[in-house]
Protein backbone atom coordinates (compact mmCIF):
# COMPACT_ATOMS: atom_id res chain seq x y z
CA UNK A 1 0.00 0.00 0.00
CA UNK A 2 1.39 3.26 -0.86
CA UNK A 3 1.50 5.94 2.30
CA UNK A 4 -0.53 8.52 2.47
CA UNK A 5 1.51 11.61 3.24
CA UNK A 6 -0.16 13.78 5.96
CA UNK A 7 0.60 17.22 7.11
CA UNK A 8 -0.27 18.49 9.77
CA UNK A 9 -1.76 22.10 10.95
CA UNK A 10 -1.83 23.36 14.37
CA UNK A 11 1.16 22.32 16.74
CA UNK A 12 0.02 22.81 19.90
CA UNK A 13 0.25 20.63 22.81
CA UNK A 14 -2.14 18.05 21.39
CA UNK A 15 0.10 17.37 18.14
CA UNK A 16 2.62 15.67 20.09
CA UNK A 17 0.20 12.83 21.17
CA UNK A 18 -0.98 12.39 17.44
CA UNK A 19 2.47 12.59 15.81
CA UNK A 20 4.06 10.23 18.37
CA UNK A 21 1.04 7.46 17.38
CA UNK A 22 0.99 8.05 13.73
CA UNK A 23 4.86 7.17 13.38
CA UNK A 24 3.77 3.65 14.86
CA UNK A 25 1.66 3.01 11.34
CA UNK A 26 3.59 2.24 7.83
CA UNK A 27 0.24 3.36 6.06
CA UNK A 28 0.98 6.71 6.91
CA UNK A 29 3.96 9.41 6.95
CA UNK A 30 3.82 12.62 8.27
CA UNK A 31 5.98 15.20 5.71
CA UNK A 32 4.91 18.62 6.51
CA UNK A 33 3.83 20.91 9.68
CA UNK A 34 2.92 24.28 10.25
CA UNK A 35 2.25 26.71 12.64
CA UNK A 36 1.48 30.32 12.57
CA UNK A 37 5.49 30.85 13.07
CA UNK A 38 7.83 29.34 10.55
CA UNK A 39 10.57 28.99 13.86
CA UNK A 40 7.94 27.03 15.94
CA UNK A 41 6.83 24.66 12.88
CA UNK A 42 10.67 24.07 12.24
CA UNK A 43 11.00 23.39 16.55
CA UNK A 44 8.15 20.63 16.03
CA UNK A 45 9.56 19.45 12.68
CA UNK A 46 12.54 18.73 13.83
CA UNK A 47 11.40 17.26 17.34
CA UNK A 48 9.24 14.50 15.06
CA UNK A 49 11.73 13.79 11.79
CA UNK A 50 8.91 16.27 10.04
CA UNK A 51 10.73 17.06 6.53
CA UNK A 52 8.88 19.83 5.57
CA UNK A 53 7.82 23.29 8.47
CA UNK A 54 5.57 26.12 7.14
CA UNK A 55 4.59 29.69 8.18
CA UNK A 56 1.07 29.27 7.60
CA UNK A 57 -1.69 26.39 6.77
CA UNK A 58 -2.04 27.96 3.86
CA UNK A 59 1.22 26.89 2.52
CA UNK A 60 1.00 23.31 3.95
CA UNK A 61 -2.33 22.98 1.89
CA UNK A 62 -0.38 24.41 -1.36
CA UNK A 63 1.99 21.82 -0.87
CA UNK A 64 1.23 19.44 -4.20
CA UNK A 65 3.13 16.43 -2.19
CA UNK A 66 0.40 16.27 1.01
CA UNK A 67 -2.40 13.39 0.32
CA UNK A 68 -3.84 14.36 3.73
CA UNK A 69 -4.36 17.40 6.01
CA UNK A 70 -4.39 16.42 9.60
CA UNK A 71 -6.29 19.71 11.42
CA UNK A 72 -4.95 20.28 15.11
CA UNK A 73 -6.17 24.40 14.98
CA UNK A 74 -8.98 25.90 17.56
CA UNK A 75 -12.19 25.29 17.07
CA UNK A 76 -12.46 28.57 15.29
CA UNK A 77 -10.30 27.62 12.62
CA UNK A 78 -11.25 24.33 11.89
CA UNK A 79 -14.08 24.83 8.78
CA UNK A 80 -11.59 27.51 7.36
CA UNK A 81 -8.44 25.38 6.64
CA UNK A 82 -10.82 21.74 6.02
CA UNK A 83 -12.80 24.02 3.77
CA UNK A 84 -9.58 24.58 1.96
CA UNK A 85 -8.02 21.65 2.39
CA UNK A 86 -10.79 20.12 0.00
CA UNK A 87 -10.83 22.90 -2.23
CA UNK A 88 -6.79 22.10 -3.23
CA UNK A 89 -8.05 18.01 -3.33
CA UNK A 90 -6.83 16.64 -0.07
CA UNK A 91 -8.54 14.22 2.02
CA UNK A 92 -9.06 15.58 5.72
CA UNK A 93 -8.89 14.72 9.41
CA UNK A 94 -10.17 17.10 11.50
CA UNK A 95 -10.04 17.57 15.78
CA UNK A 96 -13.87 18.50 17.06
CA UNK A 97 -16.02 19.72 16.01
CA UNK A 98 -16.01 19.50 12.30
CA UNK A 99 -16.92 22.95 12.09
CA UNK A 100 -18.23 25.76 14.48
CA UNK A 101 -21.98 25.93 13.30
CA UNK A 102 -24.04 22.67 11.70
CA UNK A 103 -24.38 24.45 8.19
CA UNK A 104 -20.63 25.17 8.04
CA UNK A 105 -20.38 21.41 8.76
CA UNK A 106 -22.95 20.48 5.78
CA UNK A 107 -20.89 22.57 3.46
CA UNK A 108 -17.82 20.55 3.82
CA UNK A 109 -19.69 16.90 3.62
CA UNK A 110 -20.97 18.21 0.62
CA UNK A 111 -17.24 19.56 -1.20
CA UNK A 112 -16.01 15.91 0.11
CA UNK A 113 -18.71 14.34 -1.81
CA UNK A 114 -18.34 16.29 -4.61
CA UNK A 115 -15.04 15.70 -5.06
CA UNK A 116 -14.50 12.79 -4.25
CA UNK A 117 -12.65 12.98 -1.04
CA UNK A 118 -12.82 11.70 2.70
CA UNK A 119 -13.39 13.50 5.70
CA UNK A 120 -13.54 12.10 8.98
CA UNK A 121 -13.25 14.26 12.76
CA UNK A 122 -12.23 13.11 16.05
CA UNK A 123 -13.04 12.03 19.01
CA UNK A 124 -12.00 8.75 18.15
CA UNK A 125 -12.29 7.56 21.53
CA UNK A 126 -15.31 5.29 20.55
CA UNK A 127 -12.60 3.22 19.02
CA UNK A 128 -11.24 2.75 21.92
CA UNK A 129 -11.14 -1.14 24.42
CA UNK A 130 -13.81 0.46 26.29
CA UNK A 131 -16.85 1.88 24.10
CA UNK A 132 -15.70 -1.23 21.78
CA UNK A 133 -16.69 -3.90 24.70
CA UNK A 134 -19.34 -2.09 25.20
CA UNK A 135 -20.78 -2.04 21.45
CA UNK A 136 -19.77 -6.04 21.78
CA UNK A 137 -22.35 -6.34 24.39
CA UNK A 138 -24.68 -4.72 22.61
CA UNK A 139 -23.89 -6.53 19.09
CA UNK A 140 -24.10 -9.59 21.13
CA UNK A 141 -27.87 -9.70 22.29
CA UNK A 142 -26.14 -9.80 26.18
CA UNK A 143 -27.75 -6.36 27.04
CA UNK A 144 -31.02 -7.35 24.80
CA UNK A 145 -32.90 -4.15 23.27
CA UNK A 146 -31.39 -0.89 24.71
CA UNK A 147 -34.45 0.93 26.39
CA UNK A 148 -32.47 3.87 27.71
CA UNK A 149 -29.49 5.29 29.09
CA UNK A 150 -27.69 8.58 30.64
CA UNK A 151 -24.59 10.51 29.37
CA UNK A 152 -23.15 12.77 32.32
CA UNK A 153 -20.39 15.53 32.08
CA UNK A 154 -20.79 17.50 34.94
CA UNK A 155 -17.95 19.13 36.64
CA UNK A 156 -17.21 23.04 37.76
CA UNK A 157 -15.64 24.27 34.80
CA UNK A 158 -11.87 24.39 33.30
CA UNK A 159 -10.93 27.84 35.24
CA UNK A 160 -9.58 26.13 38.27
CA UNK A 161 -7.03 24.13 35.87
CA UNK A 162 -6.09 25.94 32.32
CA UNK A 163 -4.01 28.72 31.65
CA UNK A 164 -6.40 30.43 29.55
CA UNK A 165 -10.25 29.80 30.43
CA UNK A 166 -11.86 32.73 28.86
CA UNK A 167 -12.49 30.69 25.51
CA UNK A 168 -14.76 27.90 27.25
CA UNK A 169 -17.68 30.65 28.38
CA UNK A 170 -17.91 31.87 25.01
CA UNK A 171 -20.09 30.41 22.05
CA UNK A 172 -18.61 27.53 20.30
CA UNK A 173 -17.65 26.31 23.66
CA UNK A 174 -19.48 25.62 26.91
CA UNK A 175 -19.43 22.53 28.43
CA UNK A 176 -21.88 20.85 25.35
CA UNK A 177 -19.28 21.88 22.33
CA UNK A 178 -16.20 21.25 24.88
CA UNK A 179 -17.00 17.96 26.11
CA UNK A 180 -20.36 16.76 24.71
CA UNK A 181 -18.86 15.80 21.52
CA UNK A 182 -16.84 13.15 23.51
CA UNK A 183 -20.18 11.35 25.17
CA UNK A 184 -22.26 12.33 21.90
CA UNK A 185 -20.36 10.82 19.72
CA UNK A 186 -20.07 7.24 21.82
CA UNK A 187 -23.81 7.05 22.12
CA UNK A 188 -24.16 7.66 18.14
CA UNK A 189 -21.48 5.07 17.83
CA UNK A 190 -22.83 2.53 19.88
CA UNK A 191 -26.78 2.98 19.46
CA UNK A 192 -26.79 5.37 15.51
CA UNK A 193 -28.60 8.66 14.68
CA UNK A 194 -31.30 10.69 17.13
CA UNK A 195 -34.56 10.98 15.76
CA UNK A 196 -35.45 13.51 18.55
CA UNK A 197 -34.51 16.10 20.63
CA UNK A 198 -35.82 18.07 24.05
CA UNK A 199 -33.80 19.53 26.26
CA UNK A 200 -33.45 22.50 29.01
CA UNK A 201 -30.51 24.99 29.26
CA UNK A 202 -29.50 27.72 32.00
CA UNK A 203 -26.67 28.93 33.63
CA UNK A 204 -25.38 29.92 37.52
CA UNK A 205 -24.27 33.04 36.91
CA UNK A 206 -22.84 35.70 34.79
CA UNK A 207 -19.32 35.80 34.95
CA UNK A 208 -16.71 33.48 36.74
CA UNK A 209 -13.63 34.42 38.27
CA UNK A 210 -10.56 32.68 37.63
CA UNK A 211 -9.46 30.91 41.47
CA UNK A 212 -6.04 30.10 40.07
CA UNK A 213 -2.88 30.29 37.88
CA UNK A 214 -1.94 32.66 35.32
CA UNK A 215 -5.05 34.49 35.11
CA UNK A 216 -5.44 34.77 38.99
CA UNK A 217 -8.85 37.20 39.15
CA UNK A 218 -9.51 37.65 35.69
CA UNK A 219 -13.62 38.04 35.75
CA UNK A 220 -14.91 35.66 32.43
CA UNK A 221 -18.08 36.62 31.14
CA UNK A 222 -20.25 33.38 30.55
CA UNK A 223 -21.67 33.86 27.22
CA UNK A 224 -23.19 30.73 27.37
CA UNK A 225 -25.33 28.06 29.18
CA UNK A 226 -23.19 26.29 31.09
CA UNK A 227 -26.34 23.48 32.35
CA UNK A 228 -27.89 21.89 29.95
CA UNK A 229 -30.20 18.75 30.30
CA UNK A 230 -31.37 16.73 26.93
CA UNK A 231 -33.59 13.99 26.02
CA UNK A 232 -32.19 12.15 23.07
CA UNK A 233 -34.77 9.97 21.27
CA UNK A 234 -32.56 7.57 19.22
CA UNK A 235 -33.95 5.81 15.92
CA UNK A 236 -33.56 2.49 17.05
CA UNK A 237 -35.63 3.06 20.20
CA UNK A 238 -34.00 4.08 22.86
CA UNK A 239 -34.42 7.32 24.89
CA UNK A 240 -30.86 8.81 26.76
CA UNK A 241 -30.60 11.74 28.96
CA UNK A 242 -27.45 13.49 28.45
CA UNK A 243 -26.69 16.15 30.95
CA UNK A 244 -23.27 18.74 30.57
CA UNK A 245 -22.45 20.96 32.93
CA UNK A 246 -19.84 23.70 34.35
CA UNK A 247 -22.19 24.02 37.14
CA UNK A 248 -21.81 21.01 39.74
CA UNK A 249 -19.20 20.90 42.20
CA UNK A 250 -19.01 17.07 42.64
CA UNK A 251 -21.18 14.01 41.34
CA UNK A 252 -20.94 10.55 41.95
CA UNK A 253 -22.98 9.96 38.48
CA UNK A 254 -21.42 7.28 36.41
CA UNK A 255 -20.08 8.68 32.81
CA UNK A 256 -22.02 6.77 31.06
CA UNK A 257 -24.72 3.67 31.05
CA UNK A 258 -26.95 2.06 29.04
CA UNK A 259 -30.48 0.06 29.72
CA UNK A 260 -31.35 -3.13 28.15
CA UNK A 261 -34.21 -5.56 28.57
CA UNK A 262 -31.44 -8.24 29.59
CA UNK A 263 -28.79 -5.90 31.58
CA UNK A 264 -27.17 -2.98 32.81
CA UNK A 265 -23.73 -1.65 31.44
CA UNK A 266 -21.72 1.41 32.56
CA UNK A 267 -18.72 3.32 33.00
CA UNK A 268 -18.51 4.47 36.55
CA UNK A 269 -15.60 6.42 37.33
CA UNK A 270 -15.70 8.84 40.29
CA UNK A 271 -12.99 10.93 38.60
CA UNK A 272 -15.03 13.48 36.51
CA UNK A 273 -13.15 13.63 33.66
CA UNK A 274 -12.42 10.19 33.38
CA UNK A 275 -15.42 9.65 30.88
CA UNK A 276 -15.62 8.93 26.87
CA UNK A 277 -12.64 10.72 26.53
CA UNK A 278 -10.14 8.24 27.66
CA UNK A 279 -9.61 4.88 25.51
CA UNK A 280 -9.61 2.62 28.43
CA UNK A 281 -11.29 1.71 31.40
CA UNK A 282 -13.55 -0.73 33.14
CA UNK A 283 -16.79 -1.88 31.40
CA UNK A 284 -19.61 -2.73 34.05
CA UNK A 285 -22.13 -5.25 33.96
CA UNK A 286 -25.43 -6.31 35.80
CA UNK A 287 -27.83 -8.67 34.18
CA UNK A 288 -30.99 -10.52 35.41
CA UNK A 289 -28.63 -13.04 37.23
CA UNK A 290 -27.29 -10.31 39.10
CA UNK A 291 -30.10 -8.07 39.95
CA UNK A 292 -29.87 -6.93 43.43
CA UNK A 293 -33.04 -6.83 44.71
CA UNK A 294 -34.21 -10.28 42.74
CA UNK A 295 -34.84 -11.82 46.18
CA UNK A 296 -38.49 -10.94 47.84
CA UNK A 297 -36.29 -10.19 51.08
CA UNK A 298 -34.04 -7.45 50.67
CA UNK A 299 -31.07 -7.60 52.72
CA UNK A 300 -28.29 -5.12 53.42
CA UNK A 301 -25.37 -7.05 51.86
CA UNK A 302 -27.36 -6.73 48.74
CA UNK A 303 -26.22 -2.82 48.37
CA UNK A 304 -22.82 -3.92 48.36
CA UNK A 305 -23.55 -6.57 45.17
CA UNK A 306 -20.35 -6.29 43.23
CA UNK A 307 -20.58 -5.10 39.50
CA UNK A 308 -18.95 -7.60 37.10
CA UNK A 309 -15.93 -6.39 35.44
CA UNK A 310 -16.31 -7.45 31.62
CA UNK A 311 -12.94 -8.92 30.01
CA UNK A 312 -12.03 -6.89 27.20
CA UNK A 313 -10.01 -8.51 24.32
CA UNK A 314 -10.29 -5.25 22.41
CA UNK A 315 -6.72 -2.94 21.58
CA UNK A 316 -6.69 0.72 22.72
CA UNK A 317 -7.12 0.87 26.61
CA UNK A 318 -5.14 4.01 27.60
CA UNK A 319 -6.74 5.97 30.79
CA UNK A 320 -3.79 8.46 30.02
CA UNK A 321 -4.74 11.85 29.06
CA UNK A 322 -1.09 12.24 28.19
CA UNK A 323 -0.02 9.10 26.50
CA UNK A 324 -3.01 7.52 24.04
CA UNK A 325 -4.21 6.29 20.95
CA UNK A 326 -5.23 9.67 19.72
CA UNK A 327 -5.26 9.30 16.09
CA UNK A 328 -6.47 5.96 15.10
CA UNK A 329 -9.58 7.31 13.64
CA UNK A 330 -6.69 8.66 11.00
CA UNK A 331 -4.95 6.01 10.56
CA UNK A 332 -8.61 3.91 10.09
CA UNK A 333 -9.40 6.77 7.57
CA UNK A 334 -6.52 6.19 5.69
CA UNK A 335 -7.20 2.23 5.32
CA UNK A 336 -11.06 2.86 4.32
CA UNK A 337 -9.39 4.73 1.36
CA UNK A 338 -7.47 1.15 0.17
CA UNK A 339 -10.41 -0.59 1.64
CA UNK A 340 -13.10 1.29 -0.45
CA UNK A 341 -15.11 1.99 2.47
CA UNK A 342 -16.72 4.76 4.69
CA UNK A 343 -14.02 5.43 7.94
CA UNK A 344 -15.45 4.41 11.51
CA UNK A 345 -14.54 7.97 12.39
CA UNK A 346 -16.47 9.66 9.50
CA UNK A 347 -18.04 13.33 8.56
CA UNK A 348 -21.76 12.05 8.29
CA UNK A 349 -21.21 10.44 12.32
CA UNK A 350 -19.64 14.39 12.95
CA UNK A 351 -21.94 15.79 10.94
CA UNK A 352 -24.83 14.11 12.87
CA UNK A 353 -23.16 15.17 16.15
CA UNK A 354 -22.72 18.98 15.32
CA UNK A 355 -26.54 18.68 14.09
CA UNK A 356 -27.89 17.43 17.23
CA UNK A 357 -26.11 19.86 19.45
CA UNK A 358 -27.69 22.77 18.05
CA UNK A 359 -30.89 20.79 17.83
CA UNK A 360 -30.48 20.57 21.29
CA UNK A 361 -29.62 24.36 22.02
CA UNK A 362 -32.48 25.55 20.05
CA UNK A 363 -34.80 23.00 22.02
CA UNK A 364 -33.89 24.42 24.99
CA UNK A 365 -34.08 28.23 23.80
CA UNK A 366 -37.26 27.73 21.32
CA UNK A 367 -38.99 25.23 24.11
CA UNK A 368 -39.40 23.11 20.91
CA UNK A 369 -38.94 19.29 20.17
CA UNK A 370 -36.29 19.36 17.16
CA UNK A 371 -35.84 16.69 14.90
CA UNK A 372 -32.37 16.38 13.38
CA UNK A 373 -32.31 16.03 9.18
CA UNK A 374 -29.31 13.85 8.99
CA UNK A 375 -28.47 10.58 9.02
CA UNK A 376 -24.94 8.73 9.37
CA UNK A 377 -23.88 4.82 9.01
CA UNK A 378 -23.24 3.45 12.41
CA UNK A 379 -19.62 2.31 12.11
CA UNK A 380 -18.55 -0.88 12.18
CA UNK A 381 -16.95 -2.25 15.20
CA UNK A 382 -12.79 -1.89 15.22
CA UNK A 383 -11.21 -5.20 14.80
CA UNK A 384 -9.40 -6.82 17.52
CA UNK A 385 -6.31 -7.51 15.32
CA UNK A 386 -6.51 -3.44 14.16
CA UNK A 387 -5.03 -2.52 12.10
CA UNK A 388 -4.36 -6.11 10.74
CA UNK A 389 -7.82 -6.15 9.86
CA UNK A 390 -9.11 -2.92 8.40
Not at 16 to 41: H, W
Not at 131 to 159: C, K, M, P, W
Not at 343 to 366: F, K, N, Q, T, W
Request: net charge negative; hydrophobic share 35%; glycine share 10%.
Amino acid sequence: MKKIRVGVIGIGDISDVYLNNLKKYDAVEVTACASRGLEKAQRKAAQHGIPKAYASGDELIADPEIDLVLNLTTPQAHFTYNLAALQAGKHVYTEKPLAMTYDEGRQLIALAREKGLLIGCAPDTFLGGRLQNIRELIDSGRLGRITGGGAYFVGHGHEFHHPSPAFFYQPGAGPLYDMGPYYMTALLSLLGPVKRVCAMACKAGETRTVPSGPCEGQVLPVDVDTHICATLEFACGSIVTLMCSFDVWDSELPRLELYGTEGTVLIDEKDPISGPNLFGGDTLLRTREQYRWKEPERLPEHVNTPWEAVPNCHPFNSISHEENPRGIGLVDLVYALQDGRTPRASGDMALHSLEVMECIMRSAHEHIFCMPETSFERPAPLPTDFPASH
